[in-house]
């Protein structure tokens, strides 16, 4: 495993890019579900509603709550990612940080802003990182 300089986490995190890709899985399947819960003519109709919000609603809550039990949303375990405790091991147990950690990323900023090892703000905030499916089975694996 290959750590960035300047690191303040002892193995490598995931790429702009992967986190990006599963971003957009994460935002087309909350969009679909949205779809499915109130039609697509109220989500395009040109009207401003509360079910405007809808998509990011869902996004939250599917993302905090797959990242709770999983270790990743949909989107991260779609793309090979997963999201784990800053220091390399132990598991994310705590619901509200991580539905803050979500709330975070749907405000755009906390993720465009990060350190050399790739950690946004609201990794940061949170004490998380994602790393890729292989850097994850590593760290499992020693930290069993």
Same mark, same amino acid.
């Given at each position: ?40 003519? %109220?989500? %395009? ?20 709550? *797959?990242?709770? *039990? ?14 784990? !405790? ?24 906390? !993720? ?33």
């Amino acid at each position: 495993m290959t750590v960035a300089p300047g690191s303040s986490v002892a193995f490598p995190t995931a790429s702009l890019a992967q986190r990006a890709l599963a971003l957009i899985v994460d935002w087309a399947a909350s969009t679909l579900v949205s779809v499915a819960i109130v039609g697509v003519t %109220t989500l %395009t109709d040109g009207h401003t509603t509360i079910a405007d919000l809808l998509p990011l609603i869902v996004y939250v809550l599917e993302s905090a709550l *797959f990242t709770l *039990f999983f270790g990743g949303s949909f989107g991260k375990l779609a793309t090979r990612l997963r999201v784990v !405790p800053s220091k390399g091991y132990g598991t994310l147990h705590n619901p509200l940080t991580l539905l803050a950690r979500q709330a975070a990323i749907a405000f755009v900023i906390p !993720p465009l802003v990060f350190r050399e090892d790739g950690r946004g703000l609201h990794d940061l905030m949170a004490g998380t990182a994602t790393v890729t499916l292989s850097t994850y089975r590593q760290l499992t694996t020693v930290g069993a």
